[in-house]
């Protein structure tokens, strides 16, 4: 290969690495990292509470969507914005990894609290 031929081949490598390093717009009302670990760890609680309340999973399901729309709401999320936060996340997994890992501390230290309590 001659030197024209490297050439190209190092505009094509920059342009690649220039086009992978574009910074990325973030959606709008996109939750940072903070407020995802909360509204995860809400989600969860009450995902369990309703689990654990034996009832049939047709009846799981009618009480637990409208739960997890009002607590999007309590956020001033709507239900479109909270799932363009679900896919946000879900496509950075990277990112998720350390939600994920924050919601289990966070109920990890609730519960140990719960458990030396008197």
Same mark, same amino acid.
Do not use: H
């Given at each position: ?5 490297w ?6 490598v ?6 992978q390093? +574009?910074?990325?717009k973030r ?6 990292? *903070?407020?995802m670990?909360s509204?995860?760890?809400?989600v $969860?609680?009450? *995902?369990? +509470? ?11 399901l009618?009480l637990?969507?409208? $739960? *997890?729309?009002?607590?999007?709401? +309590? ?10 936060? $679900?896919q ?8 998720? *990894?350390a ?5 289990i501390d ?13």
């Open positions: 290969m001659d030197f024209s031929g050439k190209i081949i190092a505009f094509i920059v342009f690649a690495l220039l086009t390093c +574009k910074q990325e959606p709008e009302g996109l939750l940072n990292k *903070e407020q670990v509204l995860m760890v809400d $969860y609680l009450a *995902e369990a +509470k309703i689990t654990n309340s034996q009832l049939p999973r047709d009846s799981v009618k637990f969507y409208p $739960y *997890e729309d009002s607590l999007a709401a +309590k956020r001033g999320l709507n239900d479109s914005t909270l799932k363009v936060n $679900y946000y996340y879900l496509q950075r997994p990277g990112e998720l *990894e939600i994920l890992d924050a919601v966070t109920l990890n230290l609730r519960e140990q609290r719960m458990k030396n309590q008197p």
